[in-house]
């Protein structure tokens, strides 16, 4: 089928009666990414030839072109994995055209076929999208289609497959997903409106999955249906967002097959003017994963997004505890301020000082057991707004940048962390690791080209593998050359043959839209995750080339 589909396409470039035309005012884009790893033994980090497995070589690859002419676009991605780079999910090993798609667009109406990517307001009930360093793309392969019968008015409607891999689409395995979705922009619908402060939006969805019950055991249903309805309301500085979902019994292997409804709030409020900024956010979550595979429970088909409201951290040790969303049950809350110190005051001196104040916690929900919480079974029954005093993760962070002259700037940074290390990353029988990090990040650009920037963190802590410390120093010749040294150190680990180093040297060569980095060194072991999707990332020791382009 997906040799089909090139064929078509490339008829369809090659072969129209117009063929000058549709090339000579066409536009041709498309990127390029080549990741590889080279291993080497490494003793120090437990890392022999058996547990390499043989493997010494890890590539991923892909190459996405997209074509335009006029109402009409169409493109595909090629990618390669061979193998899969250590930490990615060893299904993906392959290689062919997982995503092919062509698309004609008016102002009234979008038609897709093929492979697309689609969200519906803030995912609770259905996004489809791909993340390239977690390895993760629920594309969906089917027919989407848009339609905008007025201004302000947009009407969704779409149904396909999920991507799995390279595992072809059968019936009796994963399902078919289904959707639509309505929005309605006041504002732009009714003229007098227009230039009002007060914008209002709202929208609503519905998406359902059919899946054949194959189970010998269980009665499961084959249609599940999902619905939500959010709104957004701007009144002048101030802002409001709310999204409910529920989602119908969906017994599977992630909520242990019971046969309980799942529901999920997500609502923000913020306020903002000239160097000040606040807002907090509110999630809660019950039983909401909602898989095309009843049957999968790791980190693929999925249909929707639950987005995680914790702040993401950019330094290695702030970022060594991620978060991962927990989709059976979580309540949790963020609170964020920005405030810019004003320039030519005391403290704010010539250019200002910013400071950033973050703070977010997300507890388990309370659950009252009804029939032993057995499969087969509702479960439990869960109050609405009442709070767990079990606590899956915590973070309090405060960032204060300034930036004394031409020359120089900083920013530093304290966080106090909980992480349930139980719950987050299934290490069992160990305690919540208690940590407090802080760190400085100083930048001397001591040419107009030529900059060096330094880093020092630490991360003191009695749980999990103790203290660290890591320092970075880079070199960056723009718009050219950088070149890293970095290391973190276990020093505080209660295996004294465990106090490793984590060392790296790296280079980089940017030339407009390509990029090459080498990176030589050891990667700690620990969970990278990306918008509260994670993965485990083995330790490494050797080679990393990173190769990207765009035209």
Same mark, same amino acid.
């Given at each position: 089928?997906?040799?089909?589909?090139?064929?078509?396409?490339?008829?369809?470039?090659? $072969?129209?009666? %117009?063929? %000058?035309?549709?090339?000579?005012?066409?536009?041709?884009?498309?990127?390029?990414?080549?990741? +590889?790893?080279?291993? %080497?033994?490494?003793?120090?980090?437990?890392?022999?030839?058996?547990?390499?497995?043989?493997?010494?070589?890890?590539?991923?690859?892909? +190459?996405?072109?997209?074509?335009?002419?006029?109402?009409?676009?169409?493109?595909?991605?090629?990618?390669?994995?061979?193998?899969?780079?250590?930490?990615?999910?060893?299904?993906? &090993?392959?290689?062919?055209?997982?995503?092919?798609?062509?698309?004609?667009?008016?102002?009234?109406?979008?038609?897709?076929?093929?492979?697309?990517? &689609?969200?519906?307001?803030?995912?609770?009930?259905?996004?489809?999208?791909?993340? @390239?360093?977690?390895?993760?793309?629920?594309?969906?392969?089917?027919?989407?289609?848009?339609?905008?019968?007025?201004?302000?008015?947009?009407?969704?409607?779409?149904?396909?497959?999920?991507?799995?891999?390279?595992?072809?689409?059968? /019936?009796?395995?994963?399902?078919?997903?289904?959707?639509?979705?309505?929005?309605?922009?006041? *504002?732009?619908?009714?003229?007098?409106?227009?230039?009002?402060?007060? /914008?209002?939006?709202?929208?609503?969805?519905?998406?359902?999955?059919?899946?054949?019950?194959?189970?010998?055991?269980? *009665?499961?249903?084959?249609?599940?249906?999902?619905?939500?309805?959010?709104?957004?309301?701007?009144?002048?500085?101030?802002?409001?967002?709310?999204?409910?979902? *529920?989602?119908?019994?969906?017994?599977?292997?992630?909520?242990?097959?019971?046969? %309980?409804?799942?529901?999920?709030?997500?609502?923000?409020?913020?306020?903002?003017?000239?160097?000040?900024?606040?807002?907090?956010?509110?999630?809660?979550?019950?039983?909401?994963?909602?898989?095309?595979?009843?049957?999968?429970?790791?980190?693929?088909?999925?249909?929707?997004?639950?987005?995680?409201?914790?702040?993401?951290?950019? $330094?290695?040790?702030?970022?060594?505890?991620?978060?991962?969303?927990?989709?059976?049950?979580?309540?949790?809350?963020?609170?964020?301020?920005?405030?810019?110190?004003?320039?030519?005051?005391?403290?704010?001196?010539?250019?200002?000082?910013?400071?950033?104040?973050?703070?977010?916690?997300?507890?388990?929900?309370?659950?009252?057991?009804?029939?032993?919480?057995?499969?087969?079974?509702?479960?439990?029954?869960?109050?609405?707004?009442?709070?767990?005093?079990?606590?899956?993760?915590?973070?309090?962070?405060?960032?204060?940048?300034?930036?004394?002259?031409?020359?120089?700037?900083?920013?530093?940074?304290?966080? *106090?962390?909980? $992480?349930?290390?139980?719950?987050?990353?299934?290490?069992?029988?160990?305690?919540?690791?208690?940590?407090?990090?802080?760190?400085?990040?100083?930048? @001397?650009?001591?040419?107009?080209?030529?900059?060096? /920037?330094?880093?020092?963190?630490?991360?003191?802590?009695?749980?999990?593998?103790?203290? @660290?410390?890591?320092?970075?120093?880079?070199?960056?010749?723009?718009?050219?050359?950088?070149?890293?040294?970095?290391?973190?150190?276990?020093?505080?680990?209660?295996?004294?043959?465990?106090?490793?180093?984590?060392?790296?040297?790296?280079?980089?060569?940017?030339?407009?839209?390509?990029?090459?980095?080498?990176?030589?060194?050891?990667?700690?072991?620990?969970?990278?995750?990306?918008? +509260?999707?994670?993965?485990?990332?083995?330790?490494?020791?050797?080679?990393?080339?990173?190769?990207?382009?765009?035209?």
């Amino acid at each position: 089928m997906r040799k089909i589909y090139i064929i078509i396409l490339v008829s369809l470039i090659g $072969y129209t009666t %117009q063929a %000058q035309d549709f090339i000579k005012n066409a536009t041709i884009n498309g990127s390029f990414q080549v990741d +590889g790893q080279f291993y %080497q033994v490494d003793d120090a980090l437990g890392i022999t030839d058996s547990v390499i497995g043989g493997k010494r070589i890890g590539l991923n690859g892909f +190459g996405k072109i997209t074509y335009s002419y006029g109402n009409f676009s169409a493109g595909m991605r090629y990618e390669a994995f061979l193998s899969p780079i250590s930490g990615f999910d060893s299904r993906q &090993e392959g290689s062919g055209f997982p995503n092919i798609w062509a698309s004609y667009h008016t102002d009234m109406i979008d038609v897709t076929v093929g492979d697309f990517y &689609e969200q519906f307001g803030n995912g609770l009930i259905l996004r489809s999208y791909e993340e @390239w360093t977690l390895g993760y793309d629920n594309a969906l392969n089917g027919m989407r289609l848009v339609l905008r019968p007025m201004p302000g008015i947009t009407i969704k409607g779409l149904y396909g497959s999920q991507r799995f891999f390279w595992t072809k689409f059968e /019936r009796d395995s994963r399902g078919i997903v289904r959707g639509l979705d309505a929005e309605v922009d006041f *504002n732009s619908l009714v003229k007098k409106w227009e230039s009002s402060k007060v /914008r209002v939006i709202v929208g609503a969805s519905g998406v359902s999955k059919y899946q054949r019950d194959t189970d010998p055991l269980y *009665n499961l249903p084959e249609n599940v249906g999902a619905f939500a309805g959010r709104v957004n309301l701007n009144v002048g500085k101030l802002g409001f967002m709310t999204e409910y979902g *529920n989602k119908i019994n969906d017994p599977s292997a992630t909520n242990g097959f019971i046969y %309980q409804d799942g529901k999920a709030l997500l609502s923000s409020l913020s306020y903002s003017q000239r160097g000040f900024g606040v807002s907090l956010q509110m999630k809660r979550v019950q039983n909401m994963s909602f898989k095309s595979d009843r049957g999968i429970s790791s980190n693929a088909l999925d249909i929707n997004f639950l987005p995680p409201i914790n702040r993401t951290h950019a $330094y290695s040790l702030t970022a060594k505890y991620p978060y991962a969303t927990q989709p059976n049950g979580e309540m949790g809350v963020q609170f964020q301020m920005n405030y810019k110190i004003p320039k030519g005051s005391k403290l704010g001196g010539k250019y200002g000082t910013g400071i950033a104040v973050n703070f977010s916690q997300v507890n388990d929900i309370v659950r009252d057991t009804i029939d032993k919480g057995e499969p087969g079974t509702l479960g439990y029954s869960s109050d609405f707004f009442k709070v767990s005093d079990a606590i899956f993760f915590r973070d309090f962070n405060i960032d204060i940048d300034k930036k004394f002259n031409a020359k120089w700037k900083a920013v530093v940074q304290y966080m *106090n962390l909980y $992480y349930d290390i139980v719950t987050l990353q299934g290490h069992p029988k160990e305690d919540a690791v208690k940590a407090h990090i802080a760190l400085a990040d100083v930048t @001397w650009s001591f040419r107009s080209d030529k900059s060096v /920037r330094f880093e020092l963190q630490n991360l003191w802590t009695k749980q999990d593998k103790g203290n @660290w410390a890591a320092a970075l120093v880079e070199y960056t010749i723009a718009p050219t050359w950088f070149f890293t040294l970095a290391d973190q150190y276990n020093y505080g680990n209660k295996d004294k043959e465990a106090r490793n180093h984590y060392y790296i040297i790296s280079a980089g060569y940017i030339k407009d839209a390509s990029r090459i980095a080498l990176t030589y060194g050891r990667q700690s072991e620990g969970v990278l995750c990306v918008g +509260g999707v994670c993965r485990q990332v083995p330790a490494a020791s050797g080679l990393t080339v990173t190769i990207t382009t765009s035209f």
